[in-house]
Nanobody
Framework: QVQLVESGGGLVQPGGSLRLSCAVS????????MGWYRQAPAKQRELVAI???????NYADSAKGRFTISRDNAGNTVYLQMDSLKPEDTAVYYC???????WGQGTQVTVSS
């Protein structure tokens, strides 16, 4: 059974940092890309960042220069380092095994003073 479990969300002040993690089990994930998405209230889910099986990365314009996606050597865990957070980054963040329909349950990130 494939499972993706996110962690690391929370409440942070504007300008602060958070590191999200997504642990994958039940599949050899290093053969797949991994993506981070987010969904704010009343908005559609949007791509934040993606990393391919070969390690190439791509970011949404809103994340460029502030967020960094990475994965461990075994490929079983993907991270999203988020710096210089803004209130508009507030959302539920989901990880996805790309290109599949396997998703994590989401972790809430709230940026507020």
């Amino acid at each position: 059974q494939v499972q993706l479990v996110e962690s690391g969300g929370g409440l942070v002040q504007p300008g602060g940092s958070l590191r999200l993690s997504c642990a994958v089990s039940g599949i050899i994930s290093r053969f797949f890309g991994m993506g981070w998405y987010r969904q704010a209230p009343a908005k559609q889910r949007e791509l934040v960042a993606i990393i391919t099986s070969g390690g190439s990365t791509n970011y949404a314009d809103s994340a460029k220069g502030r967020f960094t996606i990475s994965r461990d050597n075994a490929g079983n865990t993907v991270y999203l380092q988020m710096d210089s957070l803004k209130p508009e980054d507030t959302a539920v963040y989901y990880c996805n095994l790309h290109p599949t329909n396997y998703w994590g349950q989401g972790t809430q990130v709230t940026v507020s003073s």
